[in-house]
Structure formats: structure tokens, C-alpha cells
Nanobody
Framework: QWQFVESGGGLVQPGGSLRLSCEVSGFNLEPYAVGWFRQVPGKEHEGVSCSLKDGTTHYADSVKGRFTISRDNDKNTVWLQMNSLLPEDTAKYYC?????????????????????WGQGTQVTVSS
């Protein structure tokens, strides 16, 4: 059973930073693409960033230059460093792996079918 446990969210002022973590269990992360998605109430999940198994990383235009994804396959953990946060970054953030991430990377639009969404971690950017 694939499980994702996201943490690290919180309330931060515009321009601030947060580092999100995702602990993965139930499978070995190494052979898979892994990514971060976010969702605001009433909207579909939106792709934010991904890391492919070959080390390639990809970012949504809205976060490019501000967010950085990283992974440690030995620890089965993924991180998202978020700098220069904007109010429009406010959302619940989720991590995911496998075909779903590749679908976003290859340009598929929402909605994304996924049986393994975790509980997510809320990020609120507000003064």
C-alpha cells in the first residue's frame, strides 16, 4: 500500500519560506518519478514540481525560480523548498509518485486520477 505523509506547512508572510517534507512508505522511491501537487478548495489538483528517476526536475511556471524539489531515495523522502512565497501559493500541498507525476510532466491537464493522495499539508501565505 503506497502511503504519503506530508508535513512542514504553516502560516507564513509573503516573501517568506517553508520547507515541505513527504515521507513515503509501501514502496521504494528510487525507480519512480515523484512530485508535488497543490489544491485549493473547489479546484482540481495542480502540478507544482516533479523529480524524475534520472534526476531531471520540472516546475510549473508559477513557481519556477522560487521552489526547489529534492529527494533522498535511501530515506524514501521528498522535499519542496519554497522561497519568496506569494499569497497565490496558498493551498494544501500533496506529494505523489509514479504514473500520475509523469502524466503531469508530459503535459496532461487536471483532473488527475490518484488512489494514493495523502492528507496533505496546508500552506497559507498571508500578512
Amino acid at each position: 500500500q503506497w502511503q504519503f505523509v506530508e508535513s512542514g506547512g504553516g502560516l507564513v508572510q509573503p516573501g517568506g519560506s517553508l520547507r515541505l517534507s513527504c515521507e513515503v512508505s509501501g514502496f521504494n522511491l528510487e525507480p519512480y518519478a515523484v512530485g508535488w501537487f497543490r489544491q485549493v478548495p473547489g479546484k482540481e489538483h495542480e502540478g507544482v514540481s516533479c523529480s524524475l528517476k534520472d534526476g531531471t526536475t520540472h516546475y510549473a511556471d508559477s513557481v519556477k525560480g522560487r521552489f526547489t524539489i529534492s529527494r533522498d531515495n535511501d530515506k524514501n523522502t521528498v522535499w519542496l523548498q519554497m522561497n519568496s512565497l506569494l499569497p497565490e501559493d496558498t493551498a494544501k500541498y500533496y506529494c505523489a509518485a509514479g504514473a500520475l507525476v509523469l502524466a503531469w510532466y508530459w503535459g496532461q491537464s487536471p483532473p488527475y486520477e490518484n488512489d494514493h493522495w495523502g492528507q496533505g499539508t496546508q500552506v497559507t501565505v498571508s500578512s
